[in-house]
């Protein structure tokens, strides 16, 4: 059965750091592209960053641009989002997302995680 599934994700303090992973099975992880989405209490879901099949991150939100990481390690059949610098603006359920090739466009991946919240607070 494919399955995307996230972790990793709790209640930092601003300023803190989380290392969010994305653990798939039931599929061959090396040839899917994996995506970040986040999405905020009464917000719509968006991009925040995307690794290709190549090991090429993608950024695509403005405002964690130089705070986070996405990498890949196929053989562990994981992806990684490492946040530093975390804002209360941050605070969201993250999600992973994968289909063939990286896009910022939500309808167009194929399978999804169930999400992890992220609450950076004080």
């Known amino acids: 059965q494919l399955q995307l599934v996230e972790s990793g994700g709790g209640l930092v303090q601003p300023g803190g750091s989380l290392r969010l992973s994305c653990a798939a099975s039931g599929f061959t992880l090396e040839y899917y592209a994996i995506a970040w989405f986040r999405q905020a209490p009464g917000k719509e879901r968006e991009a925040v960053s995307c690794i290709t099949t190549q090991s090429i991150s993608i950024d695509y939100k403005d405002s964690v641009k130089g705070r986070i990481t996405i990498s890949r390690d196929n053989a562990k059949r994981t992806v990684y989002l490492q946040m530093n610098a975390l804002k209360p603006e941050d605070t969201a359920v993250y999600y992973c997302?994968?289909?063939?090739?990286?896009?910022?466009?939500?309808?167009?991946?194929?399978?999804w995680g169930q999400g992890t919240q992220v609450t950076v607070s004080s």
């Open positions: 997302a994968a289909r063939d090739v990286c896009t910022r466009e939500t309808d167009a991946y194929y399978y």
